[in-house]
């Protein structure tokens, strides 16, 4: 069992900037991929950025070139640094990780970009 809490949510002005963190605890080791998804109001859960254990990184088209995701492994962390947040960005952001093929999720953490 892996559980994923993660933090940094809140209300920025389109143009800002947020981080967002998400910790990983119990079954550490098995992790392979983290990452980020995203569901606005009436819309799917999309992926916004993954990391997988050996650092390769992959986003969404709409965010390339503004987000970045890493991963602090001795930390057990993976941060999403979002800049030129835009209101489209606004949504529940969740965290993910893949450990042994099973994806574990976190509760979620609301993003709002004010226009």
């Known amino acids: 069992q892996v559980q994923l809490v993660e933090s940094g949510g809140g209300l920025v002005q389109a143009g800002g900037s947020k981080r967002l963190s998400c910790e990983a605890s119990g079954s550490i080791f098995s992790i392979s991929a983290m990452g980020w998804y995203r569901q606005a109001p009436g819309k799917q859960r999309e992926l916004v950025a993954a990391i997988t254990s050996g650092g390769t990184t992959s986003y969404v088209d709409s965010v390339k070139g503004r987000f970045t995701i890493s991963r602090d492994y001795a930390r057990n962390k993976v941060y999403l640094q979002m800049n030129s947040l835009k209101p489209e960005d606004t949504a529940v952001y969740y965290c993910?990780?893949?450990?042994?093929?099973?994806?574990?999720w976190g509760q979620g953490t609301q993003v709002t970009v004010s226009s």
């Open positions: 993910y990780a893949d450990a042994w093929g099973v994806d574990y």
